[in-house]
């Protein structure tokens, strides 16, 4: 069973840094794309940050040169390194990949406050 765990969400002040894990199981996780979305209330989910299996990464604009994602193939992890964070950037966090069917796996989320 596939299975995508998220930790590292908490409250930061304004300007502050975090850092996200999402540890894998159940997959062959070193071909997987890995993303990381969020869900603000009453909105959809928005893709934050992508990396495939060869590295290439994409980022959505309104994270661009703050927030870096990467991968460790040997723990089976991606991280999502989140500096100058704002308030705008209140979320919950959310572990993305497609299993070899192509069908969706979602992590359960982390949350990340930011107070200004």
């Known amino acids: 069973q596939v299975q995508l765990v998220e930790s590292g969400g908490g409250l930061v002040q304004a300007g502050g840094s975090l850092r996200l894990s999402c540890a894998a199981s159940?997959?062959?996780?070193?071909?997987?794309?890995m993303d990381w979305y969020r869900h603000f209330p009453g909105k959809q989910r928005e893709l934050v940050a992508a990396?495939?299996?060869?590295?290439?990464?994409n980022y959505a604009d309104s994270v661009k040169g703050r927030f870096t994602i990467s991968r460790d193939n040997a723990k089976k992890t991606v991280y999502l390194q989140m500096n100058s964070l704002k308030p705008d950037d209140t979320a919950v966090y959310y572990c993305?990949?497609?299993?070899?069917?192509?069908?969706?796996?979602w992590g359960k989320g982390t949350l990340v406050t930011v107070s200004s």
């Open positions: 993305h990949t497609r299993d070899l069917y192509g069908t969706d796996v």
């Open positions: 990396i495939t299996s060869g590295g290439s990464i």
């Open positions: 159940g997959i062959s996780f070193s071909i997987r794309p």
